[in-house]
Antibody, heavy 122, light 107 residues
Framework: EVQLVESGGGLVQPGRSMKLSCAAS????????MAWVRQAPTKGLEWVAT????????YYRDSVKGRFTISRDNAKSTLYLQMNSLRSEDTATYYC???????????????WGQGTLVTVSS | DIQMTQSPSSMSASLGDRVTITCQAS??????LIWFQQKPGKSPRPMIY???NLANGVPSRFSGSRSGSDYSLTISSLESEDMADYHC?????????FGAGTKLELK
C-alpha cells in the first residue's frame, strides 16, 4: 500500500525558513516523480513544485521560485521541501503527492499524503 | 498559464439527482484533466483521469466527458456520500492549474 507521510509543519514567522519532509513507503520511491501541492485554509488547491524520479528535473510555480527548493533522497525514500523567506500567503496545508506511473513524465497527482499545516505568522 | 474556469462554485442537490460540474480550459489541454473529490479534513481523491477514465474504486455513477475545451464530471444518481468539494486539474503543462472548486451540498 502506498503511504506518504508528511512532517515538519508548524508555526513560523514571516521571513524565516522551514523544511517539510515526506516519508514514502509501499512502492519503489526512486522510480516515481513526486510533487508538493498546497491548500490555503478554506481555499482551493495549488500546485507548488515537482521533481523527477531521479531528481534531475524540478519545476516550480512562479510565486515560490527562488524561495522554495524541492529535493529527494532516494536512498531514504524521502521527499523534501525547503521553504525560505516565508510569507503569510504561504500559509497552507502542504500535501506530498506521487505520480501515477514510474518514469519521467509526471502525469497527475495519483496518491496523496494527509498533509502538514504550515502557518506563517508573527 | 492555462486557466481552468470551474462552475458552479457551489450547488445543492437532492439524493438521486443527476449532477454535472464543468471546467473550461483557456488553452488546449487535450484530455490531460483529472477530477478530485475532497471531503472535509481529508486529502483529495482522484475520481476521473484523462478526462474520461474512472479511477480505481470509484463508483460507476461517476463519469467524465469532454466537449472541446469543456470538461464535465457527472454523478448520475447522487448519494449522500458524494457530498464533498470537487476540483479539476489540468496537467498538460506547467504550471499545473486547478479549478477553483465546487462545493456540493445536500438540498
Amino acid at each position: 500500500e502506498v503511504q506518504l507521510v508528511e512532517s515538519g509543519g508548524g508555526l513560523v514567522q514571516p521571513g524565516r525558513s522551514m523544511k517539510l519532509s515526506c516519508a514514502a513507503s509501499g512502492f519503489t520511491f526512486s522510480n516515481y516523480g513526486m510533487a508538493w501541492v498546497r491548500q490555503a485554509p478554506t481555499k482551493g488547491l495549488e500546485w507548488v513544485a515537482t521533481i523527477s524520479y531521479d531528481g534531475s528535473s524540478t519545476y516550480y510555480r512562479d510565486s515560490v521560485k527562488g524561495r522554495f527548493t524541492i529535493s529527494r533522497d532516494n536512498a531514504k525514500s524521502t521527499l523534501y521541501l525547503q521553504m525560505n523567506s516565508l510569507r503569510s500567503e504561504d500559509t497552507a496545508t502542504y500535501y506530498c503527492t506521487r505520480a501515477p506511473l514510474p518514469g519521467y513524465n509526471f502525469g497527475w497527482f495519483a496518491y496523496w499524503g494527509q498533509g502538514t499545516l504550515v502557518t506563517v505568522s508573527s | 498559464d492555462i486557466q481552468m474556469t470551474q462552475s458552479p462554485s457551489s450547488m445543492s442537490a437532492s439524493l438521486g439527482d443527476r449532477v454535472t460540474i464543468t471546467c473550461q480550459a483557456s488553452q488546449d489541454i487535450g484530455n490531460n484533466l483529472i477530477w478530485f473529490q475532497q471531503k472535509p479534513g481529508k486529502s483529495p481523491r482522484p475520481m476521473i483521469y484523462y478526462a474520461t477514465n474512472l479511477a480505481n474504486g470509484v463508483p460507476s455513477r461517476f463519469s467524465g466527458s469532454r466537449s472541446g475545451s469543456d470538461y464535465s464530471l457527472t454523478i448520475s444518481s447522487l448519494e449522500s456520500e458524494d457530498m464533498a468539494d470537487y476540483h479539476c486539474l489540468q496537467y498538460k503543462q506547467y504550471p499545473y492549474t486547478f479549478g477553483a472548486g465546487t462545493k456540493l451540498e445536500l438540498k
